[in-house]
């Protein structure tokens, strides 16, 4: 008998694990969709900062396709020297417009003369979010270090658990930052110099989480979430109580950590009440003791139907384990898929050409970059519209892609209208230049932007470098840009190729 209710104890606990594992895990896919629409919202600020308009418009888009975020807000930097002229400039709209910060009492006041600030310029939807207009970041240590953090790393960061300034009370938030700089910075100090500010998304942890999957059925289950990203110290971001008044059980408990979430690292914890055992118990064991003269039958009865149990189960945790499997592959692949036109992004583009150099430099060979720009392309967004230049991006970025014949080529979305193509152990990019030049020309879009400009075409900078004959990757990035930038001034519309002898840059090469 006691063997027998070991065996079911451990069946138990395999399928209670597994309940926990595909909970935390519909929890973290939905965090991680919702944290995508940062990366939407950053499109806006290819150009430079946006109107308020132009921001409250793809907001509320985002808003409606993503209901867990509670708002959507632009954060620019501040310095002291502009603090005045840029309160001045918003009180044109909101004639009562100053930088604010919160006091211990939690009373909102004038904030602080700083070196920099960061306040909320923009705050979609601005109702129930009015004391947030105007709130410096900067006056919150916990958040300035977030802020500085992302700033210097380039990468998005979620905050720790803070007091939302839009919420009564002591309800709890996170913050999601997305730095936005002028150009493309590639060291740290060129970061801090061209930021520009931050988009952000405010959460109310306990919206996401009831309406996650985690929390459904949970009538039986005390579930809570910590966040232990800062080693020594652990803060209980989230703890959903019983339903009503039951007995916890000592044995059913799991605790367990879910992947890396912007920089936050979380830990969900569960423990069952009685009544999940309930549920899940089988009678038989009492029957048993009831049955008298037919206990050896019923007892060899149970241990089949146990078996076929356990099989079941194991069967199950299998599937549920490729299952998890092939959905954190998914996550994989959309964290290094631009969203908008489907190509490799940014983070995809710098792990790829890493891989190739490595490998080339091992071998001797070869590694060509093809950076690309769309000609005029503000010109064209301001006539057409956004929607317009969005699905203009769309159309050139499928038809570069179809000119990656090889399989270990590589094009990706660089950043904005710019547009990057690896090519390793090729000696022929600038015939697929010319390709490319020629098949967005044939694409026959229609410009209308300037009067000179009948159609969409591209420039390309080309560079060609073998790793062992130079100091390393950024050479390589450094030509095709300073090729990209020769193509453009001497008129666009054509390829540039930059050749690089014995470490030093000789004269650029054009092919029109």
Not at 189 to 207: K, M, N, P, W
Request: aromatic share 6%.
């Amino acid at each position: 008998m006691w063997l027998l209710q070991q065996g079911q104890q451990r069946s138990l606990q395999q399928q209670f694990e597994l309940d926990i594992r595909e909970r935390a895990l519909a929890l973290h896919r939905d965090i991680s969709l919702n944290l995508e629409g940062l990366h939407a919202l950053s499109v806006l600020f290819a150009q430079g900062q946006p109107s308020f308009a132009d921001f409250n418009r793809e907001a509320e888009k985002i808003l409606t396709r993503h209901p867990d975020i509670h708002a959507l807000e632009w954060i620019p930097k501040i310095t002291a020297e502009q603090r005045q002229t840029w309160q001045q400039h918003n009180r044109q709209h909101y004639p009562d417009f100053q930088i604010t910060q919160r006091q211990s009492q939690g009373r909102m006041v004038v904030a602080a003369e700083r070196a920099v600030h960061f306040p909320v310029a923009y705050v979609v939807p601005l109702q129930g979010n009015e004391a947030a207009l105007g709130f410096d970041l900067a006056s919150n240590q916990t958040r300035m270090q977030t802020l500085q953090q992302s700033q210097d790393t380039g990468q998005p960061l979620a905050s720790a658990s803070i007091n939302l300034v839009q919420a009564q009370g002591q309800q709890q938030g996170i913050l999601a930052f997305l730095p936005i700089y002028r150009g493309n910075p590639r060291t740290v100090s060129a970061r801090r110099q061209q930021l520009l500010g931050f988009v952000l998304a405010v959460y109310r942890i306990g919206d996401i989480v009831a309406r996650s999957a985690l929390y459904r059925d949970s009538a039986h289950l005390q579930l809570t979430l910590t966040d232990v990203s800062d080693s020594g110290h652990s803060q209980q971001i989230f703890a959903a109580p019983l339903a009503h008044a039951q007995q916890l059980s000592e044995s059913l408990s799991y605790q367990l950590q879910l992947p890396d979430i912007w920089g936050r690292r979380w830990q969900l914890q569960a423990v069952a009440a009685d009544g999940y055992w309930r549920e899940q118990v089988s009678m038989l064991p009492m029957l048993m003791l009831l049955g008298g003269t037919s206990m050896a039958t019923i007892f060899c009865l149970y241990c089949l139907l146990l078996l076929r149990r356990s099989t079941r189960v194991y069967k199950k945790l299998q599937r549920k384990t490729a299952e998890l499997n092939a959905a954190n592959c998914r996550l994989s692949e959309l964290a290094k898929t631009d969203p908008l036109t489907g190509v490799a992004n940014r983070r995809a583009f710098n792990e790829a050409l890493k891989q190739v150099w490595q490998r080339c430099h091992r071998h001797g060979g070869q590694v060509a970059l093809l950076m690309i720009d769309v000609d005029y392309f503000k010109a064209y967004n301001d006539r057409h519209g956004h929607i317009a230049g969005d699905r203009c991006l769309q159309q050139v970025a499928s038809c570069l892609a179809q000119q990656c014949r090889r399989s270990n080529d590589l094009l990706a979305r660089y950043g904005g209208e710019e547009f990057a193509m690896v090519l390793p152990d090729t000696d022929k990019p600038l015939q697929l230049a010319q390709h490319c030049l020629q098949a967005v020309s044939d694409l026959n879009l229609h410009h209308g932007g300037l009067p000179e400009v009948e159609r969409i075409t591209i420039s390309i900078g080309i560079a060609n470098l073998q790793p062992r004959q130079c100091a390393g990757m950024a050479d390589l990035i450094h030509q095709a840009d300073r090729a990209l930038y020769k193509a453009k001034q001497q008129g666009r519309n054509r390829v540039v190729e930059s050749d690089y002898s014995n470490g030093q840059v000789v004269p650029l090469v054009q092919v029109e």
